[in-house]
């Protein structure tokens, strides 16, 4: 019976201590969503069926990793010249944009993993 009920103890705390980490993690997906949407990422890109067909970034969670994803919005010329990328025109830089936003972009990015 005292196993139970510190199982159940110590399952409340991991759940407590992880509650602020998932808020913190859906507002800074959220914010992604606007970063993507405010840098009209959908010219060149879509998301489930909406913006250019040609740069489908429906699954790149799968793809890549959230380094490669960043390196793609920072150093796309880079990135380009590793995958061997023939894809026209090649993608721009967002290296100006803040760290904050490519944070947001990389985490909303990271949640796009197909069907």
């Not at 800074?28 to 840098?39: D, F, H, I, T």
């Not at 920072?74 to 490519?102: C, G, H, I, L, Y």
Request: proline share 3%; charged share 25%; net charge positive.
């Amino acid at each position: 019976m005292r196993h139970r009920y510190l199982s159940a103890l110590i399952i409340g705390i991991v759940c407590m201590a992880a509650a602020p980490a998932l808020a913190q993690d859906k507002a800074l997906v959220e914010r992604g969503m606007k970063v993507y949407a405010e840098s009209k990422c959908s010219m060149c890109h879509s998301i489930a069926g909406k913006g250019n067909a040609k740069g489908v970034l429906d699954g790149v969670a799968t793809k890549l990793s959230a380094d490669e994803i960043h390196e793609w919005i920072v150093n796309p010329q880079k990135m380009t010249e590793k995958t061997k990328s023939t894809r026209k025109p090649v993608m721009k830089s967002f290296a100006s944009m803040s760290k904050a936003d490519v944070d947001a972009l990389v985490a909303y990015l990271l949640t796009l993993k197909g069907k």
